[in-house]
């Protein structure tokens, strides 16, 4: 008899997968930079956080509520990116975001009421602009009355608010009972209109305080009124331990993602 042969299956070798290279530190490094300089660059240039510590722009803007702005809109325009970027100027009633001229360092947001070469006036806390009575739904008003707050410019700076410096310049802005802006300025006013300290208080604002035009709100919190005027450490720690205890039930949600306009 011929011999029988077997066949014997061997398993199929299964073909090893290359280890993927570990990230040296040096490469670790250098993707944690690359992260903080792109942050830096959006957070500088393009994109900023804001926090509203005061009650001048309700109800457009409450204490309390978080917002982007989105410095690059109303940034002065370069020669060699201007046709790239949509820069523009700011326009009558954009919101927008300023370093107050009368103190250096402090933010302001306010809306823009006035811009070069229109004429503006108060009679009676309504505000006309080249001669044009202005419908502002956004206003808010308490009803109570101030000659020179609500007749603006025509009365006698009486205000106590008033900058020294604002009660010296205005007359010089002043024509035929309306303010005249200037070149390179802007006026500005807080919606909530009897308590807003503005261009009525400190004067007009240059356009190179401009920082940028507010975008949305991220985040909002129930907030006290003089919440942000507490700077010990104490009352930093105490307010972080509501806003832990409070995330869920003091956040105003309806308020995320709001467009602000």
Same mark, same amino acid.
């Given at each position: 008899m011929a011999a029988t042969k077997k066949i014997v299956k061997t398993a199929p070798v299964t073909p090893q997968k290359p280890e993927k290279p570990k990230e040296t530190t040096s490469e670790f490094i250098a993707s944690i930079a690359i992260v903080l300089v792109t942050g830096l660059f959006i957070i500088t240039f393009a994109l900023q956080a804001f926090t509203i510590p005061s009650s001048s722009m309700e109800?457009?803007?409450?204490?309390?509520?978080?917002?982007?702005?989105?410095?690059? #809109?109303?940034?002065?325009?370069?020669?060699?990116? @201007?046709?790239? =970027?949509?820069?523009? +100027?700011?326009?009558?009633?954009?919101?927008?975001?300023?370093?107050?001229?009368?103190?250096?360092?402090?933010? #302001?947001?306010?809306?823009?009421?006035?811009?070069? @070469?229109?004429? =503006?006036?108060?009679? +009676?806390?309504?505000?006309?602009?080249n001669g044009e009575r202005l419908d502002e739904p956004y206003v808010v008003r308490k009803g109570d009355f101030n000659g020179y707050r609500d007749n603006f410019p025509s009365q006698p700076v009486s205000d106590y608010n008033v900058t020294p410096e604002w009660r010296l310049t205005m007359p010089s802005h002043v024509e035929n009972g309306d303010l005249v802006v200037p070149s390179g300025s802007f006026f500005a006013m807080g919606d909530n209109r009897d308590v807003s300290l503005d261009s009525r208080y400190w004067g007009l604002v240059p356009r190179e305080n401009i920082i940028g035009r507010p975008m949305f709100i991220y985040w909002s919190f129930v907030t006290p009124r003089d919440e942000y005027e507490r700077q010990g450490l104490g009352d930093r720690i105490q307010w972080a331990f509501n806003i832990l205890f409070h995330f869920f039930d003091q956040t105003r949600w309806s308020r995320m993602f709001h467009v602000v306009h």
């Open positions: 109800n457009t803007l409450l204490i309390g509520d978080h917002l982007f702005v989105d410095r690059i #809109l109303l940034a002065p325009a370069t020669n060699w990116i @201007g046709k790239l =970027i949509p820069y523009r +100027e700011p326009r009558h009633g954009d919101i927008f975001v300023f370093i107050s001229p009368a103190q250096p360092g402090l933010y #302001l947001v306010k809306r823009v009421m006035g811009v070069p @070469g229109d004429r =503006i006036h108060l009679q +009676e806390g309504v505000v006309y602009r």
